[in-house]
């Protein structure tokens, strides 16, 4: 089945620890986003990637950074997890940044930081 | 950047029509989108909107003008799978997506 699969599902996280998110799509999109979502505040764009090779900072990108190495995979790191990075983390992706090209997103990622 | 404004909470009765207005400030626009999101899961797309107007797709329409930065989106026929959250999201000029916190409907029997 064509989508975005994210791992891990669920992840408790000691603060300082690094941590990576992982996301891969098969439906061949060329942009790729991470946000969080927070009680109150809705979704937030963390980082984004237009196509492969390229990245961009979102609204909220610090403690956060990113890879697009090829077009599948977009995975997202923590260097040293604080437990306001505590959220639940959706990968997204679309077939292009214009149009009415939609996202498609993972189940999410929820990750507690102690 | 986007400032996007919409009700936390709504309840509706089964059957009946409920609206939720959303309004914006953007620094650019290129489309305004709507998503439902069920507790527990990923947000799914319903709505787009780019041009002033009414887009209907079936028991849900939405309504958008550019000139007043807002936007609505309409549930008829209410049934119980309809409580959710529903987000508003804007697209700026460098196509990325700001969403509003979402209203979460509540459709009682």
């Known amino acids: 089945i064509a989508g975005i699969t994210q791992a891990p599902t669920s992840q408790i996280l000691a603060a300082g620890r690094r941590m990576t998110l992982r996301c891969t799509q098969d439906m061949r999109h060329n942009a790729m986003y991470w946000y969080r979502q927070d009680l109150g505040l809705g979704l937030r764009l963390i980082h984004y990637s237009n196509t492969a090779g390229t990245t961009g900072k979102g609204e909220v990108p610090d403690g956060y950074s990113v890879s697009r190495a090829n077009t599948d995979d977009f995975p997202l790191t923590l260097a040293s997890a604080v437990p306001s990075q505590t959220s639940v983390y959706f990968c997204?992706?679309?077939?292009?940044?214009?149009?009415?090209?939609?996202?498609?997103f993972g189940a999410g990622s929820r990750l507690t930081v102690l | 950047g986007q400032n996007i404004d919409q009700p936390t909470e709504m309840t509706a009765t089964e059957g009946a029509i409920v609206q939720i207005n959303c309004t914006y400030q953007t620094s650019g626009f290129n489309g305004l989108f709507w998503y439902q999101q069920h507790a527990g899961e990923a947000p799914t797309f319903l709505s787009y909107n780019v041009l002033d107007g009414l887009e209907e797709k079936g028991r849900f329409s939405s309504f958008l003008s550019r000139s007043k930065g807002y936007s609505y989106l309409l549930l008829k026929e209410l049934q119980m799978k309809d409580s959710a959250s529903y987000l508003c999201?804007?697209?700026?000029?460098?196509?990325?997506?700001?969403f509003g916190a979402g209203t979460t409907v509540t459709v009682r029997a």
């Open positions: 997204a992706s679309s077939a292009s940044g214009s149009g009415a090209n939609v996202l498609t």
């Open positions: 999201a804007v697209r700026d000029e460098d196509y990325k997506l700001s």
